[in-house]
């Protein structure tokens, strides 16, 4: 069964402090593995994916295939971070999404 | 270019009734695919459609069900509403395969 669990509902940090929003998968196969955002009063955005190997506003997402793992870090929080973030998986080539529950990030002055 | 909008906004409705939300996908986008967010249940997939074609659904009953047009507009419809469909309706839409979602606003549906 494809399973994505974020054992966090809420991360509170203060500003400066390192992020670390962790994301566990369960997947017969390869899959792909996003990290979505939504920011109040927004709509829900892909912020990355793991095929891209990109920082996104500082973020990075190192897939570990061993921990089926998909944590999500940054290393100085900003205020501005402060939201709402889905770990999501589909199978490669397709649209389908498998959330997980999400966990809020409150990044605090 | 515009994004993907959604239409209603807000909707109630009472047990029993039928519903039918819209979604307006980006110009150029064929794929459209719904979502359900509750509180409890988090975002769970409802289907996609590609080409007017559902490709995949999700494990909902059968009284959740949607169409594509020729335009790449979709619609969803609940029928025979439960207290338990009170949720965000969320749709995206991409250009397809690997391509980037991008979801809309959402349908806040509320079942009295």
């Known amino acids: 069964a494809q399973r994505v669990t974020q054992p966090e509902k809420l991360l509170s940090v203060f500003k400066g402090a390192p992020v670390e929003l962790k994301c566990n998968y369960s997947y017969s196969g390869s899959p792909e593995l996003f990290w979505y955002v939504q920011y109040s009063r927004q709509r829900l955005q892909l912020l990355l994916r793991h095929i891209s190997r990109e920082s996104i506003k500082g973020f990075t997402a190192d897939l570990n295939k061993g921990e089926t793992s998909f944590h999500l870090k940054k290393p100085f929080a900003q205020e501005e971070d402060s939201a709402m973030y889905y770990c999501a998986l589909s199978k490669t080539g397709f649209q389908k999404l498998v959330f997980g529950t999400g966990t809020r990030l409150l990044v605090s002055p | 270019k515009a994004g993907v909008t959604q239409t209603p906004r807000y909707l109630i409705k009472t047990r029993g009734q039928q519903v039918t939300l819209s979604c307006s996908p980006i110009?150029?986008?064929?794929?459209v695919s719904w979502y359900q967010q509750t509180p409890g249940q988090g975002l769970q997939f409802l289907f996609e459609y590609f080409s007017e074609t559902q490709r995949n659904k999700g494990n909902f009953p059968g009284r959740f069900s949607g169409r594509q047009f020729s335009n790449s507009r979709s619609e969803m419809n609940v029928s025979t509403l439960e207290l338990g469909d009170s949720a965000l309706y969320l749709c995206?839409?991409?250009?397809?395969?690997?391509?980037?979602?991008?979801f809309g606003p959402g349908t806040r549906l509320t079942v009295l």
């Open positions: 995206a839409s991409s250009l397809g395969g690997a391509n980037e979602q991008f």
């Open positions: 110009s150029g986008h064929r794929s």
